[in-house]
Protein backbone atom coordinates (compact mmCIF):
# COMPACT_ATOMS: atom_id res chain seq x y z
CA UNK A 1 0.00 0.00 0.00
CA UNK A 2 1.21 3.60 -0.86
CA UNK A 3 2.15 5.81 1.93
CA UNK A 4 -0.58 8.48 2.40
CA UNK A 5 1.81 10.95 3.22
CA UNK A 6 3.75 10.60 0.38
CA UNK A 7 0.76 10.94 -2.06
CA UNK A 8 -0.85 14.34 -1.08
CA UNK A 9 1.43 17.38 -2.05
CA UNK A 10 2.37 19.74 0.54
CA UNK A 11 0.44 22.91 -0.94
CA UNK A 12 -2.79 21.17 -0.53
CA UNK A 13 -2.03 20.20 3.11
CA UNK A 14 -1.26 23.99 2.96
CA UNK A 15 -4.23 24.94 1.78
CA UNK A 16 -6.56 22.97 3.68
CA UNK A 17 -4.52 24.25 7.18
CA UNK A 18 -5.38 27.57 6.42
CA UNK A 19 -8.91 27.18 4.98
CA UNK A 20 -9.31 25.48 8.56
CA UNK A 21 -7.61 27.94 10.62
CA UNK A 22 -9.04 31.07 8.75
CA UNK A 23 -12.56 30.07 9.04
CA UNK A 24 -12.53 28.54 12.29
CA UNK A 25 -15.19 30.54 14.02
CA UNK A 26 -17.46 30.11 10.39
CA UNK A 27 -17.17 26.15 10.60
CA UNK A 28 -17.61 26.61 15.07
CA UNK A 29 -21.06 28.46 14.37
CA UNK A 30 -22.76 26.43 11.37
CA UNK A 31 -23.64 23.46 13.83
CA UNK A 32 -24.57 25.80 16.15
CA UNK A 33 -26.77 27.40 14.02
CA UNK A 34 -27.68 24.21 12.18
CA UNK A 35 -28.95 22.73 16.09
CA UNK A 36 -31.24 25.84 17.03
CA UNK A 37 -32.93 25.82 13.79
CA UNK A 38 -33.81 21.91 13.81
CA UNK A 39 -35.53 22.85 17.46
CA UNK A 40 -36.88 26.06 16.15
CA UNK A 41 -38.74 23.52 13.46
CA UNK A 42 -40.06 20.34 15.93
CA UNK A 43 -41.22 23.23 18.09
CA UNK A 44 -44.31 24.72 15.63
CA UNK A 45 -45.51 27.88 15.56
CA UNK A 46 -47.92 27.70 18.43
CA UNK A 47 -45.09 26.72 21.14
CA UNK A 48 -42.70 29.26 19.36
CA UNK A 49 -45.41 32.07 20.17
CA UNK A 50 -45.97 31.00 23.71
CA UNK A 51 -42.45 31.06 24.29
CA UNK A 52 -42.23 34.42 23.43
CA UNK A 53 -45.24 35.58 25.03
CA UNK A 54 -43.99 34.27 28.53
CA UNK A 55 -41.29 36.78 28.33
CA UNK A 56 -42.43 40.08 30.25
CA UNK A 57 -40.63 42.91 29.10
CA UNK A 58 -40.84 45.39 31.45
CA UNK A 59 -40.79 49.25 29.50
CA UNK A 60 -38.18 50.68 31.64
CA UNK A 61 -35.67 48.04 31.07
CA UNK A 62 -36.55 48.75 27.15
CA UNK A 63 -36.06 52.38 27.38
CA UNK A 64 -32.25 51.69 29.40
CA UNK A 65 -30.87 48.82 26.86
CA UNK A 66 -32.24 51.02 24.10
CA UNK A 67 -30.26 54.10 25.53
CA UNK A 68 -26.88 52.05 26.53
CA UNK A 69 -27.43 50.92 22.87
CA UNK A 70 -27.52 54.24 21.13
CA UNK A 71 -24.55 55.72 23.66
CA UNK A 72 -22.19 52.88 23.02
CA UNK A 73 -22.93 53.26 19.34
CA UNK A 74 -22.15 56.94 19.27
CA UNK A 75 -19.28 56.73 21.26
CA UNK A 76 -17.77 53.93 19.03
CA UNK A 77 -18.84 56.15 15.52
CA UNK A 78 -17.55 59.51 17.06
CA UNK A 79 -14.08 57.41 18.34
CA UNK A 80 -13.71 55.53 14.99
CA UNK A 81 -10.83 56.74 13.14
CA UNK A 82 -11.92 58.96 10.02
CA UNK A 83 -11.54 56.91 6.63
CA UNK A 84 -8.84 58.53 4.83
CA UNK A 85 -9.39 57.99 1.16
CA UNK A 86 -6.21 58.51 -1.96
CA UNK A 87 -8.44 60.27 -4.67
CA UNK A 88 -5.98 60.21 -7.57
CA UNK A 89 -2.14 61.43 -7.65
CA UNK A 90 -0.08 62.38 -10.71
CA UNK A 91 3.44 61.23 -11.76
CA UNK A 92 5.89 63.29 -13.48
CA UNK A 93 6.88 62.37 -16.93
CA UNK A 94 10.54 63.88 -17.80
CA UNK A 95 10.61 65.71 -21.71
CA UNK A 96 12.94 63.42 -24.30
CA UNK A 97 15.51 66.60 -24.26
CA UNK A 98 16.41 65.10 -20.26
CA UNK A 99 17.09 61.34 -21.37
CA UNK A 100 20.33 59.96 -20.33
CA UNK A 101 21.14 57.04 -22.46
CA UNK A 102 23.81 55.07 -21.38
CA UNK A 103 26.10 56.22 -23.70
CA UNK A 104 25.67 59.71 -23.06
CA UNK A 105 26.16 59.01 -19.28
CA UNK A 106 29.97 57.09 -19.90
CA UNK A 107 30.87 60.10 -21.90
CA UNK A 108 30.31 62.78 -19.68
CA UNK A 109 31.92 60.51 -16.92
CA UNK A 110 34.62 60.13 -19.12
CA UNK A 111 35.21 63.87 -19.69
CA UNK A 112 34.31 64.82 -16.12
CA UNK A 113 36.68 62.36 -14.87
CA UNK A 114 39.61 62.14 -17.30
CA UNK A 115 41.89 62.19 -15.01
CA UNK A 116 40.52 59.25 -12.83
CA UNK A 117 40.39 55.92 -15.26
CA UNK A 118 39.79 53.72 -12.24
CA UNK A 119 36.25 56.03 -10.99
CA UNK A 120 34.79 55.89 -14.95
CA UNK A 121 35.32 52.26 -15.09
CA UNK A 122 33.86 52.09 -11.42
CA UNK A 123 30.96 53.81 -13.14
CA UNK A 124 30.91 51.63 -16.08
CA UNK A 125 30.41 48.22 -13.76
CA UNK A 126 27.63 49.88 -11.78
CA UNK A 127 25.46 51.27 -14.84
CA UNK A 128 25.94 47.56 -16.54
CA UNK A 129 24.20 45.84 -13.37
CA UNK A 130 22.23 48.73 -12.44
CA UNK A 131 18.55 47.83 -13.72
CA UNK A 132 18.59 50.67 -15.40
CA UNK A 133 17.28 51.39 -19.14
CA UNK A 134 18.02 53.90 -21.56
CA UNK A 135 15.06 56.55 -21.08
CA UNK A 136 16.04 57.48 -17.67
CA UNK A 137 16.63 61.19 -17.08
CA UNK A 138 18.78 64.03 -15.48
CA UNK A 139 17.68 67.73 -15.18
CA UNK A 140 19.24 70.29 -17.83
CA UNK A 141 22.28 71.26 -15.67
CA UNK A 142 23.70 67.81 -15.60
CA UNK A 143 23.77 67.62 -19.37
CA UNK A 144 26.87 70.57 -18.82
CA UNK A 145 30.18 69.58 -18.99
CA UNK A 146 31.21 70.25 -16.13
CA UNK A 147 27.59 70.11 -14.63
CA UNK A 148 26.14 73.25 -13.56
CA UNK A 149 24.73 73.06 -10.00
CA UNK A 150 23.96 76.20 -9.01
CA UNK A 151 20.51 77.59 -6.76
CA UNK A 152 19.10 78.56 -10.15
CA UNK A 153 19.05 75.87 -11.65
CA UNK A 154 18.26 73.50 -8.40
CA UNK A 155 15.19 75.75 -8.12
CA UNK A 156 14.16 75.60 -11.73
CA UNK A 157 14.44 71.86 -11.30
CA UNK A 158 12.16 71.63 -8.37
CA UNK A 159 9.13 74.44 -10.37
CA UNK A 160 9.57 72.22 -13.38
CA UNK A 161 8.82 68.59 -11.70
CA UNK A 162 6.87 69.74 -8.67
CA UNK A 163 4.44 72.21 -11.03
CA UNK A 164 3.84 69.50 -13.77
CA UNK A 165 2.93 67.13 -11.68
CA UNK A 166 0.65 69.76 -9.75
CA UNK A 167 -0.92 70.93 -12.76
CA UNK A 168 -1.67 66.88 -13.84
CA UNK A 169 -3.11 66.21 -10.32
CA UNK A 170 -5.74 69.31 -10.56
CA UNK A 171 -6.73 68.53 -14.15
CA UNK A 172 -7.31 64.82 -12.91
CA UNK A 173 -9.25 65.39 -9.55
CA UNK A 174 -10.99 69.07 -10.78
CA UNK A 175 -9.28 70.85 -7.34
CA UNK A 176 -9.24 73.90 -7.24
CA UNK A 177 -6.50 75.48 -5.33
CA UNK A 178 -8.26 77.22 -3.03
CA UNK A 179 -9.72 74.01 -1.54
CA UNK A 180 -6.48 72.31 -0.45
CA UNK A 181 -6.58 72.34 3.59
CA UNK A 182 -3.04 70.66 4.48
CA UNK A 183 0.24 70.66 2.01
CA UNK A 184 2.63 68.35 3.12
CA UNK A 185 6.27 68.16 1.06
CA UNK A 186 9.37 66.15 0.94
CA UNK A 187 12.64 66.53 -0.54
CA UNK A 188 15.20 64.75 1.38
CA UNK A 189 18.63 66.87 -0.34
CA UNK A 190 17.52 70.48 -1.71
CA UNK A 191 15.95 72.71 1.53
CA UNK A 192 16.36 76.44 0.37
CA UNK A 193 14.78 79.00 2.16
CA UNK A 194 11.84 80.15 1.34
CA UNK A 195 11.21 76.71 1.65
CA UNK A 196 9.39 74.58 -1.64
CA UNK A 197 6.04 74.10 0.48
CA UNK A 198 6.40 78.02 0.21
CA UNK A 199 7.05 78.18 -3.62
CA UNK A 200 3.90 76.22 -3.97
CA UNK A 201 2.12 78.40 -2.00
CA UNK A 202 3.48 81.43 -4.14
CA UNK A 203 2.69 79.44 -7.31
CA UNK A 204 -1.00 78.45 -6.52
CA UNK A 205 -1.96 81.52 -4.63
CA UNK A 206 -3.07 79.30 -2.07
CA UNK A 207 -4.84 80.49 1.05
CA UNK A 208 -3.39 81.97 3.96
CA UNK A 209 -4.86 79.49 6.71
CA UNK A 210 -3.32 76.69 4.70
CA UNK A 211 -1.05 73.77 7.03
CA UNK A 212 1.49 73.59 5.07
CA UNK A 213 4.99 71.16 6.38
CA UNK A 214 7.80 70.93 4.39
CA UNK A 215 10.33 67.90 5.26
CA UNK A 216 13.83 67.29 4.12
CA UNK A 217 17.10 65.10 4.79
CA UNK A 218 14.48 61.92 5.56
CA UNK A 219 15.43 59.69 3.05
CA UNK A 220 13.50 58.22 -0.34
CA UNK A 221 11.32 57.06 2.53
CA UNK A 222 10.08 59.76 3.44
CA UNK A 223 6.77 59.94 0.80
CA UNK A 224 5.29 57.63 3.20
CA UNK A 225 6.57 59.83 6.05
CA UNK A 226 4.21 62.60 4.34
CA UNK A 227 1.27 60.32 3.98
CA UNK A 228 1.24 59.43 7.74
CA UNK A 229 1.40 63.34 8.62
CA UNK A 230 -1.28 63.88 6.23
CA UNK A 231 -3.23 60.95 8.15
CA UNK A 232 -2.48 62.26 11.25
CA UNK A 233 -3.76 65.68 10.54
CA UNK A 234 -6.69 64.61 8.47
CA UNK A 235 -7.99 63.07 11.69
CA UNK A 236 -8.28 66.24 13.87
CA UNK A 237 -9.77 68.49 10.65
CA UNK A 238 -13.14 66.91 9.27
CA UNK A 239 -14.02 67.73 5.77
CA UNK A 240 -10.29 68.54 4.54
CA UNK A 241 -8.28 67.98 1.23
CA UNK A 242 -4.59 67.17 1.72
CA UNK A 243 -1.78 67.38 -0.99
CA UNK A 244 1.12 65.44 -0.61
CA UNK A 245 4.27 66.64 -3.11
CA UNK A 246 7.23 63.79 -2.85
CA UNK A 247 10.30 64.46 -5.31
CA UNK A 248 14.11 64.74 -5.04
CA UNK A 249 16.14 67.39 -7.04
CA UNK A 250 19.12 66.32 -8.35
CA UNK A 251 20.99 68.91 -9.49
CA UNK A 252 22.99 70.28 -6.21
CA UNK A 253 23.48 66.95 -5.40
CA UNK A 254 25.45 65.30 -8.37
CA UNK A 255 28.77 64.20 -6.98
CA UNK A 256 31.43 65.62 -8.94
CA UNK A 257 34.89 63.42 -6.91
CA UNK A 258 35.68 59.96 -7.38
CA UNK A 259 35.32 58.32 -4.24
CA UNK A 260 33.61 55.09 -5.06
CA UNK A 261 30.95 54.64 -2.49
CA UNK A 262 29.84 58.23 -3.35
CA UNK A 263 29.61 57.80 -7.13
CA UNK A 264 27.26 55.31 -6.93
CA UNK A 265 24.18 57.70 -6.28
CA UNK A 266 24.98 58.92 -9.92
CA UNK A 267 24.65 55.75 -11.56
CA UNK A 268 20.58 54.97 -9.89
CA UNK A 269 19.55 58.48 -9.14
CA UNK A 270 17.06 60.21 -12.00
CA UNK A 271 14.83 63.00 -12.27
CA UNK A 272 10.82 62.61 -10.63
CA UNK A 273 8.16 63.72 -8.47
CA UNK A 274 4.74 62.79 -7.51
CA UNK A 275 1.57 64.60 -6.34
CA UNK A 276 -1.21 63.06 -4.68
CA UNK A 277 -4.50 63.93 -3.14
CA UNK A 278 -5.81 62.97 0.27
CA UNK A 279 -9.44 63.49 1.77
CA UNK A 280 -11.44 62.29 4.21
CA UNK A 281 -14.72 63.54 3.16
CA UNK A 282 -17.23 60.96 2.69
CA UNK A 283 -18.14 62.76 -0.53
CA UNK A 284 -14.75 61.45 -2.24
CA UNK A 285 -15.45 57.96 -1.28
CA UNK A 286 -17.24 56.77 -4.40
CA UNK A 287 -14.89 58.17 -6.57
CA UNK A 288 -11.23 58.09 -4.62
CA UNK A 289 -9.25 55.07 -5.66
CA UNK A 290 -8.00 53.44 -2.53
CA UNK A 291 -8.39 54.08 1.03
CA UNK A 292 -5.37 53.97 3.81
CA UNK A 293 -5.46 50.55 5.81
CA UNK A 294 -2.16 50.51 7.58
CA UNK A 295 1.01 52.69 8.17
CA UNK A 296 3.97 51.32 10.22
CA UNK A 297 6.89 53.49 10.50
CA UNK A 298 10.67 51.58 11.06
CA UNK A 299 13.30 53.62 12.60
CA UNK A 300 16.56 52.21 13.53
CA UNK A 301 18.59 55.43 14.00
CA UNK A 302 19.47 54.50 17.76
CA UNK A 303 22.13 52.24 15.79
CA UNK A 304 25.20 54.04 14.72
CA UNK A 305 25.69 51.84 12.04
CA UNK A 306 22.32 52.75 10.77
CA UNK A 307 22.83 56.10 11.16
CA UNK A 308 25.94 56.21 9.21
CA UNK A 309 25.07 53.14 6.47
CA UNK A 310 23.51 56.17 4.07
CA UNK A 311 25.19 59.65 4.94
CA UNK A 312 26.12 62.80 3.38
CA UNK A 313 29.10 64.34 3.01
CA UNK A 314 32.65 65.73 1.64
CA UNK A 315 35.33 64.06 0.42
CA UNK A 316 38.93 64.30 0.88
CA UNK A 317 39.16 67.03 -1.85
CA UNK A 318 35.64 68.72 -0.68
CA UNK A 319 33.35 67.67 -3.08
CA UNK A 320 30.04 66.45 -1.63
CA UNK A 321 27.76 63.49 -2.10
CA UNK A 322 25.82 60.79 -0.75
CA UNK A 323 27.96 57.90 0.88
CA UNK A 324 26.36 54.40 0.86
CA UNK A 325 28.35 51.85 2.83
CA UNK A 326 28.87 48.45 2.30
CA UNK A 327 26.37 47.13 4.93
CA UNK A 328 23.15 48.74 3.63
CA UNK A 329 21.88 45.36 2.23
CA UNK A 330 22.19 43.89 5.39
CA UNK A 331 20.62 47.26 7.79
CA UNK A 332 17.94 47.34 5.21
CA UNK A 333 17.15 43.57 5.91
CA UNK A 334 17.15 44.38 9.50
CA UNK A 335 15.01 47.24 9.24
CA UNK A 336 12.18 45.59 7.34
CA UNK A 337 12.38 42.88 9.76
CA UNK A 338 11.40 44.80 12.78
CA UNK A 339 8.82 46.64 10.59
CA UNK A 340 7.22 42.91 9.49
CA UNK A 341 6.71 41.86 12.68
CA UNK A 342 4.32 45.05 13.61
CA UNK A 343 2.69 45.15 10.37
CA UNK A 344 2.32 41.08 10.19
CA UNK A 345 -0.85 41.04 13.09
CA UNK A 346 -2.21 44.14 10.77
CA UNK A 347 -2.78 42.03 7.19
CA UNK A 348 -1.92 38.65 7.81
CA UNK A 349 -4.42 35.69 8.39
CA UNK A 350 -4.56 34.22 11.30
CA UNK A 351 -3.40 30.75 9.86
CA UNK A 352 -0.08 32.64 8.96
CA UNK A 353 0.13 34.30 12.63
CA UNK A 354 -0.26 30.91 14.13
CA UNK A 355 2.84 29.27 12.29
CA UNK A 356 4.95 32.77 12.83
CA UNK A 357 3.92 32.90 16.59
CA UNK A 358 5.12 29.02 16.83
CA UNK A 359 7.88 29.92 14.84
CA UNK A 360 9.03 32.42 17.06
CA UNK A 361 8.09 30.64 20.58
CA UNK A 362 10.12 27.59 18.98
CA UNK A 363 13.30 29.49 18.42
CA UNK A 364 12.83 31.26 22.02
CA UNK A 365 12.38 28.11 24.07
CA UNK A 366 13.64 24.83 21.95
CA UNK A 367 16.40 25.76 19.80
CA UNK A 368 17.75 29.17 18.38
CA UNK A 369 18.94 27.81 15.64
CA UNK A 370 15.30 26.96 13.92
CA UNK A 371 14.80 28.60 10.95
CA UNK A 372 12.59 31.61 11.26
CA UNK A 373 9.02 31.04 9.63
CA UNK A 374 8.66 33.39 6.78
CA UNK A 375 4.82 34.24 6.47
CA UNK A 376 3.57 34.48 3.16
CA UNK A 377 2.25 37.83 2.37
CA UNK A 378 0.89 36.86 -0.81
CA UNK A 379 -1.76 36.03 1.38
CA UNK A 380 -2.24 39.63 2.85
CA UNK A 381 -1.53 41.57 -0.65
CA UNK A 382 -2.57 41.42 -4.73
CA UNK A 383 0.29 44.14 -4.74
CA UNK A 384 3.56 44.97 -3.57
CA UNK A 385 5.55 48.30 -4.15
CA UNK A 386 8.63 47.65 -3.07
CA UNK A 387 11.06 51.28 -3.31
CA UNK A 388 12.73 51.31 -7.02
CA UNK A 389 16.01 51.77 -5.06
CA UNK A 390 17.92 49.60 -6.95
CA UNK A 391 18.48 46.06 -8.05
CA UNK A 392 20.12 44.73 -4.97
CA UNK A 393 17.21 46.56 -2.94
CA UNK A 394 14.50 44.64 -5.65
CA UNK A 395 16.31 41.28 -5.64
CA UNK A 396 16.91 41.18 -1.69
CA UNK A 397 13.04 41.98 -0.65
CA UNK A 398 12.32 39.48 -3.12
CA UNK A 399 14.51 36.84 -1.75
CA UNK A 400 13.48 38.01 1.58
CA UNK A 401 9.60 37.51 0.90
CA UNK A 402 9.76 34.83 -1.10
CA UNK A 403 7.73 36.95 -4.19
CA UNK A 404 7.33 35.48 -7.80
CA UNK A 405 8.76 37.70 -10.74
CA UNK A 406 5.25 39.20 -11.22
CA UNK A 407 4.89 40.69 -7.68
CA UNK A 408 8.51 42.71 -8.17
CA UNK A 409 7.65 43.73 -11.97
CA UNK A 410 6.37 46.77 -11.03
CA UNK A 411 9.28 47.81 -9.08
CA UNK A 412 11.99 46.28 -11.73
CA UNK A 413 9.90 48.02 -14.54
CA UNK A 414 9.80 51.66 -12.96
CA UNK A 415 14.11 50.83 -11.97
CA UNK A 416 14.15 50.50 -15.76
CA UNK A 417 12.62 53.35 -17.20
CA UNK A 418 12.33 55.93 -14.53
CA UNK A 419 15.48 54.89 -12.48
CA UNK A 420 15.34 55.96 -8.71
CA UNK A 421 13.15 58.81 -8.13
CA UNK A 422 13.80 58.22 -4.47
CA UNK A 423 10.69 58.94 -2.35
CA UNK A 424 7.97 59.42 -5.54
CA UNK A 425 9.10 56.02 -7.09
CA UNK A 426 6.38 54.29 -4.93
CA UNK A 427 3.62 56.05 -7.18
CA UNK A 428 5.71 54.88 -10.36
CA UNK A 429 4.99 51.66 -9.44
CA UNK A 430 1.52 52.38 -8.27
CA UNK A 431 0.82 53.81 -11.23
CA UNK A 432 2.29 50.82 -13.28
CA UNK A 433 -0.17 48.59 -12.11
CA UNK A 434 -3.17 50.64 -13.20
CA UNK A 435 -1.62 50.77 -16.66
CA UNK A 436 -1.09 47.25 -17.19
CA UNK A 437 -5.09 47.10 -15.96
CA UNK A 438 -4.30 44.97 -13.04
CA UNK A 439 -5.83 46.80 -10.33
CA UNK A 440 -9.23 45.67 -9.00
CA UNK A 441 -12.08 46.40 -6.44
CA UNK A 442 -10.99 45.12 -3.25
CA UNK A 443 -6.85 44.48 -3.90
CA UNK A 444 -4.72 45.20 -0.98
CA UNK A 445 -1.22 47.04 -2.47
CA UNK A 446 1.65 47.08 0.14
CA UNK A 447 4.07 50.30 -0.27
CA UNK A 448 7.52 49.34 1.28
CA UNK A 449 10.16 51.99 1.48
CA UNK A 450 13.58 52.38 3.03
CA UNK A 451 15.24 55.61 3.58
CA UNK A 452 18.35 56.97 5.34
CA UNK A 453 18.53 57.23 9.02
CA UNK A 454 17.89 54.15 8.68
CA UNK A 455 14.11 53.77 7.85
CA UNK A 456 11.64 51.10 7.01
CA UNK A 457 8.21 52.39 6.07
CA UNK A 458 5.11 51.09 4.55
CA UNK A 459 1.58 51.38 3.56
CA UNK A 460 -1.20 49.41 3.32
CA UNK A 461 -3.51 51.01 0.96
CA UNK A 462 -7.31 48.57 -0.19
CA UNK A 463 -8.92 49.55 -3.97
CA UNK A 464 -11.72 51.21 -3.75
CA UNK A 465 -12.97 50.22 -7.22
CA UNK A 466 -11.78 48.61 -10.22
CA UNK A 467 -9.57 51.18 -12.24
CA UNK A 468 -9.92 50.99 -15.60
CA UNK A 469 -5.79 51.53 -17.52
CA UNK A 470 -5.64 55.22 -18.15
CA UNK A 471 -4.84 56.90 -21.63
CA UNK A 472 -2.73 59.24 -19.89
CA UNK A 473 0.28 59.49 -17.34
CA UNK A 474 3.54 58.77 -17.60
CA UNK A 475 3.48 55.02 -19.07
CA UNK A 476 1.09 56.21 -21.50
CA UNK A 477 3.73 56.15 -24.36
CA UNK A 478 5.41 52.66 -23.40
CA UNK A 479 3.31 50.81 -21.16
CA UNK A 480 2.87 48.72 -24.41
CA UNK A 481 6.83 47.38 -24.49
CA UNK A 482 6.65 46.38 -20.72
CA UNK A 483 7.31 44.03 -18.91
CA UNK A 484 11.20 43.94 -20.69
CA UNK A 485 13.49 41.34 -20.19
CA UNK A 486 16.43 42.73 -17.98
CA UNK A 487 20.19 40.97 -18.60
CA UNK A 488 22.41 40.66 -15.52
CA UNK A 489 24.99 42.65 -17.10
CA UNK A 490 24.36 45.24 -20.14
CA UNK A 491 27.83 45.49 -21.97
CA UNK A 492 28.99 48.79 -22.56
Known amino acids: MPDPSSSVKPKYVKLGYQFLVNHFLNLLLIPIIAKIAVELLRMGPEEILNHFNALHFDLLHVICS ?31 TCRVPFATFMEHSRLILKDNPK ?22 AIHYIPPTPTMESARSEAQVVIFTAM ?20 CSLFSPTPSLSAMIINKYKLRSNIRSFNLSGMGCSAGLISVDVARDLLQVHPNSNAVIVSTEIITPNYYQGKERAMLLPNCLFRMGSAAILLSNRRSDGWRAKYKLSHLVRTHKGAEDKSYNCVYQQEDNEGHVGINLNKDLMAIAGEALKSNITTIGPLVLPASEQLLFLSSLIGRKIFNPKWKPYIPDFKMAFEHFCIHAGGRAVIDELQKSLEL ?27 SYIEAKG ?28 TIKAPTEGAWSDCIDRYPVFIPEVVKL
Open 66 to 96: SFFIIFVSTVYFMSKPRTVYLVDYSCYKPPV
Open 119 to 140: SVEFQMRMLERSGLGEETCLPP
Open 167 to 186: DDLFKKTGLKPKDIDILVVN
Open 404 to 430: SGEHVEASRMTLHRFGNTSSSSLWYEL
Open 438 to 465: RMKRGDRVWQIAFGSGFKCNSAVWKCNR
